[in-house]
């Protein structure tokens, strides 16, 4: 017999929830980011390459993390703090417009 349970052992990226089999027989939602950890320092090799081969434009580095890292600490900052309905409905609403966008432009 298998474990229902064996589903969350699977590695999935962090934004992808992964489905459990409870033992009340209903399916529960849980969100694994144990990829980040291994994606962060993948991507961080990779823009040192980049570097080092003279494929990096420093101005645009530095307007996006400019721009970028306010964010990212604002966001960390109220996702923690807001309930997780408003986090998921508005994210859901940023990825449904970005889309919307690349797909009419």
Same mark, same amino acid.
């Given at each position: 017999?298998?474990?229902?349970?064996?589903?969350?052992?699977?590695?999935?990226?962090?934004?992808?929830?992964? &489905?459990?089999?409870?033992?009340?027989?209903?399916?529960? &939602?849980?969100?694994?980011?144990?990829?980040?950890?291994?994606?962060?320092?993948?991507?961080?090799?990779?823009?040192?390459?980049?570097?080092?081969?003279?494929?990096?434009?420093?101005?645009?580095?530095?307007?996006?993390?400019?721009?970028?890292?306010?964010?990212?600490?604002?966001?960390?900052?109220?996702?923690?703090?807001?309930?997780?309905?408003?986090?998921?409905?508005?994210?859901?609403? &940023?990825?449904?417009?970005?889309?919307?966008?690349? &797909?009419?432009?």
């Amino acid at each position: 017999m298998i474990d229902p349970s064996a589903a969350n052992v699977i590695s999935w990226p962090a934004d992808i929830p992964t &489905v459990r089999w409870s033992a009340s027989l209903t399916w529960t &939602v849980r969100i694994v980011g144990s990829d980040i950890a291994h994606a962060v320092p993948i991507t961080l090799l990779a823009g040192l390459g980049h570097l080092a081969l003279g494929n990096v434009n420093g101005w645009l580095l530095a307007s996006l993390l400019v721009g970028s890292l306010p964010g990212i600490l604002v966001g960390a900052q109220l996702a923690a703090k807001l309930p997780e309905r408003v986090v998921r409905h508005s994210l859901i609403a &940023v990825l449904l417009l970005a889309g919307t966008r690349l &797909v009419l432009h």
